[in-house]
């Protein structure tokens, strides 16, 4: 079966790309938050206050909806087939007409529960004291399974791995799936409502193992656990983890021998662009629907939750944010774009990975292999491999040793998040460019057009996929300069801050090789009636360098130059930003001056009360403490051959709460003082060591 619509999307694709082919990073900056604390921190969570309403692990709410919507592997066509069948006899294989196979997680002996996320206990609707038993410890290895009688095979859910496929280094890969992800039951919060397919990494074979090993070794699993936990608790969208297990008796080979473990980990969806990849590749039309149609009903929540057609989607810089409600057989728009529910699914998909991969710029993190299988439907950040926070500012890092052509460095990211969207409105091309046609009964029955829809068909896909480009780049700007407005303690935005603020302010940390992290949270501890004079400003420059001085082939006199020279901008912005007309010229004044027009001071005071406003919202969205690749290497070395397990309570702590100024002896949510240990917190939250910048890893795990 061919697919000739979306043939001739790959060769719009190949046109579109230079739509919004990444430019230099600097002209790609974003962020979200306000200066008050984001809804999505908020939403975030990071406390672990009990809830009245927290439930048992047997009382969770839970349901196996993925498998009652989706088609299983032919070969296992009820859960008794494959429970029934040895476990070593469920061997790699192709899959077709199916998006997923019934399979048990191995039987773990003796495993030791290391850690949890109190976070994601709260947020799952589980009281905290549930990690404590039993029951809790034998379901995070899979001993336990939940919905099913292993004594009468039967029940009303089993668990299961999906079937997926992927783009990988730009090729295509083939099927891939979860080659050792096995997911248990849905779980239901019964305070928030939110649905999530809680799953198991590490859980033993499945049929889309490959050649490998279904097995998952402790260090990328710690990696995995901390990271999900961190990115969360910054707003940044993120698949979730909940529990971390260590497998006494399983050796794992890669470059060494290492030790086996298990995460528990959630989200709210684990389908990926390679789940449409692979049906495109199959030509698995009906299949395609059926599972667009699940995304939008079951992940999305229904097709009225989708984004109505923009007003003007030639100028989405300049339309409002679209409205919701939109009922799913309208088709909106003049003849030639006219968007029907699958047009309105793509949209929805774009935007959200368009505010996440903002989010990431604007955070300096890397997913490191942002290959279309490790790209989620909802946006989420997904599969943490080779992924690190960025360092010293450099665009062009790349936390994958094996990324030798920099595809998925820093400033790419966004580009390849793009591309991947493309390879999606391949999969898609058809239904979203059928316009009002795609519940023609001819249409719905074969799937593809009749030779006289075809080119309307085609050519309103191809307007359709271009306007979302338009929207891509949109979204992902106006996120990004959101971002960074609040992480420089502005509250307003201007056109202007562009080019005349965050370009400046890259560039310098680029040039000077500074830390991108422990620059926006010094800065946030900085009065700006320190930064009057020029005297002042150099004074102040030094402490953004490295105690041990700057690395880069700099001498340092011009690079302390460099950063007062920016200070100077960012005063001027900043009391053009919460000055008052009356303050202006009323003290000291830099000796620069704010752009034409753009309101810019070249003097002015800002009120102390005011200032200190400014730096602690600053101080809520600069994280004090971002899980970089130096510190994890520490704690793997620490979990793994010194025996220590406490510093995982410690440093998931820092993680769910990132902006706190220090955390031992202080008091949080829980009501109790916190544990901590001090010279570890401002050791992991000072300058790091200059042999550990930049660190890269290898994709094995
Ligand atoms: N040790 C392994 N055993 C079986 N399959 C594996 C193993 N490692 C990777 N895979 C599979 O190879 C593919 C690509 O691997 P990748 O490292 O991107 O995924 P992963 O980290 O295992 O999974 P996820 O994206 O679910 O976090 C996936 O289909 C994955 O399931």
Redesign the pocket.
Known sequence: MRFPPAARCLALAQRLRPVVAIQPYHQFPFASFSTNMSPAMAAAGNGTAPHDEDCTLSELPKSWRFTASLPPDSLYPTPADSHKTPRDQIGPRQVRGALFTWVRPEKQKDPELLAVSPAAMRDLGLAQSEAETEEFRQTAVGNKIHGWDEETLSGPGYPWAQC?G?Y?FGDW?GQ??????ISLFEATNPRSGTRYEV?L??AG??P?????????VLR?SIR?FVVSEALHALGIPS?RALALSLLPHSR?RRETIEPGAIVV?FAQS?L?F?TFDLLRARGDRKLLRRLATYVAEDVYGGWDKLPARLDDPTKPDDTPEPARGVPADEVQGPPGSEENRFARLYREIVRRNAATVAHWQAYGFMNG?L?T??TSILGLS????PFAFMDNFDPAYTPNHDDHFLRYSYRNQPTIIWWNLVRLAEALGELLGAGAGVDDPIFVEKGVPTEADAEPLISRAETLIGLAADEYKSVFMATYKRLMTSRLGLRTQRPTDFDALFTPLLDTLEALELDYHLFFRRLSAIPISSLATDADRLERAATFFYADGISAPVPEPEGRQRVADWLALYRDRVVSDRGTLADWGSSGGSNSSGSEGDGGSGGGAVSEASDAERMAAMKRVNPNFVPRGWILDELIRRVEKDGERDVLRRVMHMALHPFEDSWDGRTFDEGTAYKGDREEEVRWTSDMPRKDRAMQCS?S?
């Open positions: 997926y992927g990988q890969a891939l799936g979860d080659g050792r992800a799953q990494k590490g074979l499945t889309y193992s490959r050649f490998a090993d279904g097995k998952a990328s995995e698949t794992v980990r684990w990926r390679g292999v290959n299988d490790n997904i599969d943490f491999g994709c795990s």
